[in-house]
């Protein structure tokens, strides 16, 4: 049992590339999210998927497009990169006690 | 309005002695959920417990106990017997109706720091 999985651990890009972070989760969860963390701020919510084929956006979805491949898969892509997308990317999925799993996250940076 | 305020940026506790960490909230529901999480320098969230709204009985597991005040709204997290591995960013999150139960709104966090 894995739990939650996320590709790269770390990635550098330029201002303009293009990427995108894998997640996996093996919990048969439905609900699967992606957060950013930067310093002093807290855990920021980028998009968010209820179930399969559903995503919806979160307090920070600007710049990023995400996929639910199927129930064990949920990606974030970055089309543009920019410096202020240099942050720690979080993956999370949920049980039914509202429980998040959180993978070990990807540290990006921009330059 | 922030809907998650911990307003201690950091804290210091000796080995064994307990320390409470302050999470206030704010939400017009009913119906919430609130949460803490640990964060070592590891960089993984880990869960540490869950406290419900209509939960009567304030929420506890192990050496980690929730100090539930709802007419004050406030979720301070207890931590019992400080051990050095207590070293970490402690999150306060919580849930309600304006996020549609589906998301977690998280604080700032608290940076603990365990001295022998």
């Known amino acids: 049992n894995a739990g939650v999985t996320q590709t790269p651990k770390f990635q550098v890009l330029k201002t303009g590339q293009s990427m995108t972070l894998q997640c996996a989760q093996d919990?048969?969860?439905?609900?699967m999210y992606w957060y950013r963390q930067d310093p002093g701020m807290g855990l920021r919510l980028i998009y968010y998927?209820?179930?399969?084929?559903?995503?919806d956006k979160g307090e920070v979805p600007n710049g990023y497009n995400v996929s639910r491949l199927n129930k064990r898969e949920f990606s974030l892509r970055l089309e543009s990169a920019a410096p202020s997308q240099t942050s720690v990317y979080f993956c999370?999925?949920?049980?039914?006690?509202?429980?998040?799993?959180f993978g070990p996250g990807t540290r990006l940076t921009v330059t | 309005a922030q809907k998650i305020t911990q307003t201690q940026p950091g804290m210091f506790v000796q080995e064994k002695e307990a320390v409470t960490l302050d999470c206030t909230y704010d939400t017009s529901d009913q119906s919430y959920g609130l949460f803490w999480y640990k964060q070592p320098s590891s960089g993984e969230m880990i869960f540490l417990i869950y406290?419900?709204?209509?939960?009567?009985q304030n929420a506890t597991e192990g050496r980690y106990s929730l100090n539930f005040q709802k007419a004050r709204k406030s979720a301070n997290l207890v931590i019992s017997a400080s051990q050095l591995g207590d070293s970490a960013m402690y999150f306060c999150?919580?849930?309600?109706?304006?996020?549609?139960?589906?998301?977690?709104?998280f604080g700032k966090g608290t940076m603990l720091l365990v001295s022998p």
């Open positions: 999370a999925s949920e049980d039914i006690s509202y429980e998040q799993y």
């Open positions: 999150a919580m849930r309600d109706r304006n996020s549609g139960y589906s998301t977690l709104t």
């Open positions: 406290q419900g709204s209509y939960d009567e």
């Open positions: 998927s209820a179930s399969e084929g559903t995503t």
């Open positions: 919990m048969n969860h439905n609900s």
